[in-house]
């Protein structure tokens, strides 16, 4: 698989996987060993960026990407992530400087490593400085501890900020063809400081990939029950930008799911979409989007016509709309 650099320096494969689903999120979760052979397999199949953070499990995500990647260690690039109370999403965002200093060491002794390529403030503190964030992990990065630093789901503002402490060299939020935000203000900001951009779900929560429609059932557990714009009356409304992807994917003998990412790999070369999942065929399915080549003019063709679709539904409940940086 081709490279791709994120800001400042740092090499990954141009798709990396996100490992939530494996712990995490999604309703039924596979079994450790399926789990470890399965990101084992992506990096036989070129993936070298791996995506994980202390609040999956909790923390049980890191600990079994530290025992998969352990042979290979000085091979792949690890990405974690600090913020909140007692590592629990469920608690309040949690960045003072000891906090983000503790939460490390745990990350470190899961990981079984002690360094950290990329470790990045889950979401923005309202309570701490980002200065303050970002002055933190510059020490950790002059202690060897840490090698580069970002930040998830910040504002334009916060970005900034941030940036003239420490170099940040990547930026982890929500895009693809179902969220468009970013598009704003966002990737030129990016663009400006030249700092990286991770998507995180960049199929939509699976949506994109064409397997989900109106009457799909998801498990209590599963986070996709509780977010509006996976109601049964806005997949049915929301099935007009599967379609598109379809139409799409048949002229260039690809997968909705392909196509989705193409689009995101086109739109910049410091772009990395971390698709994740739990399942071998789809694993070697978002690998090959990488080898799906989309003119300019299919691009912006695609772009188009998703600009004409009105999307339905909010992307959070309420409680965690609330989190977000604006």
Not at 141 to 149: A, C, L, R, T
Not at 289 to 309: C, D, F, R
């Amino acid at each position: 698989m081709e490279k791709r650099t994120l800001g400042n320096g740092l090499e990954v494969s141009a798709i990396g996987l996100g490992c939530m689903g494996l712990s995490y999120a999604y309703g039924n979760i596979p079994e450790k060993k399926d789990a470890l052979t399965l990101i084992k397999a992506a990096y036989e199949g070129g993936v070298t960026f791996f995506d994980t953070a202390e609040v999956y499990g909790p923390f049980t995500n890191e600990s079994l990407l530290g025992e998969a990647l352990e042979p290979i260690r000085d091979r792949v690039v690890i990405a974690t992530k600090f913020g909140f109370l007692n590592g629990s999403s469920a608690e309040p965002a949690d960045s003072r400087p000891e906090s983000i200093r503790k939460a490390l060491e745990g990350s470190l002794k899961r990981l079984g490593t002690d360094y950290v390529d990329l470790f990045y403030q889950h979401r923005v503190d309202p309570n701490v400085p980002v200065e303050d964030v970002a002055g933190t992990v510059k020490d950790l990065i002059s202690e060897g501890k840490v090698k580069h630093f970002g930040l998830s789901e910040a504002g334009a503002a916060t970005i900034r900020k941030a940036h003239a402490v420490q170099p940040v060299t990547a930026l982890q939020s929500e895009y693809s063809l179902f969220w468009r935000e970013p598009e704003a203000n966002i990737i030129p900001t990016l663009e400006e400081l030249g700092i990286g951009f991770v998507p995180f779900s960049p199929l939509g929560k699976g949506f994109l990939t064409g397997a989900i429609n109106e009457t799909t059932k998801f498990s209590n557990n599963d986070f996709r029950s509780k977010v509006p714009r996976f109601s049964e009356e806005n997949r049915k409304a929301n099935q007009e930008l599967v379609y598109l992807l379809k139409k799409v994917a048949v002229d260039h003998d690809a997968t909705p799911a392909q196509i989705a990412l193409a689009w995101l790999l086109a739109q910049k070369p410091w772009i990395v979409p971390i698709p994740g999942t739990t399942k071998l065929e789809r694993l070697k399915e978002n690998n090959a989007s990488a080898m799906v080549t989309l003119s300019p003019e299919h691009v912006k063709e695609i772009s188009t016509a998703a600009s004409n679709i009105q999307i339905m539904g909010d992307r959070y409940p309420a409680e965690l709309q609330e989190r977000i940086d604006r």
